[in-house]
């Protein structure tokens, strides 16, 4: 399945209004995550939806969805698909550091209409054979088949290295060549209507800091305006 990876999206930004949390009656029950591979997926198993303060709803009820995200994040929204939410931490530079993206995109043919545990599992491994990942030697590092609220989730999650240069010392000369690595979590689902991407990217050395709470943002995801089918 191809996606455009975080570094490549061109971003119209628009303000995002506040919403009341829509909390639902089984908020509290916890995420399961069959054959979880990888530190994040384990911490990922046994979140529940974040509720109350501390956290803000980042909802868009044209596209009946929403998120739960820390109260401090910087948010904003767009009309392009690939594109729906973006939200970064406080604390993160305008360039280069913690993104949070959220996508919203139709069904090709070729997707499930519901996610099984065999597309889960494979599909952290099959983004390595994707061309713009493998441009950015991407290596996985998480996956497992996510059972929450009813709702069905692959989760992938990897490595990937972006190539660029240091500053230069001298005027007109080019810096040295250097390559940045970045931790990048996905987390995907897919319905009749819908194709819903969750991704967050975070420098590698500064991704442990944000886990426990991209955790949290994953465990929240909530169809609105939809009925559950048990």
Known sequence: MKRTPLALLGLLLLALPAYAQIVPKDAAEP?????????FAKKLNGNVMPTGKGWKAVMDPARRLQLMLPE?????????AESVI???PADAPKEGGPQLTVSLLAPRDADPFDIDETFALNYAD????DP???RLRYEPTDSGHVLMRGLKFALAGGKVSVDGRAPSKK??????KISQSYQ?????????????????SAPSESFPKYADDLAKIFAS????GVMKVD
């Open 31 to 39: 995420i399961e995550i069959h054959k979880a591979r990888g530190e």
């Open 72 to 80: 401090k994040w910087r948010v904003t929204t767009t009309d392009q």
């Open 221 to 224: 995801y909530q169809n609105i």
């Open 86 to 88: 973006l939200a970064n």
């Open 171 to 176: 005027k007109g000369e080019k810096g040295e």
């Open 126 to 129: 099959s983004l390595a054979e």
């Open 132 to 134: 713009q990942f493998k």
């Open 184 to 200: 990048q979590e996905q987390l995907i689902y897919i319905a009749t209507d819908r194709l819903v991407v969750i991704q967050f």
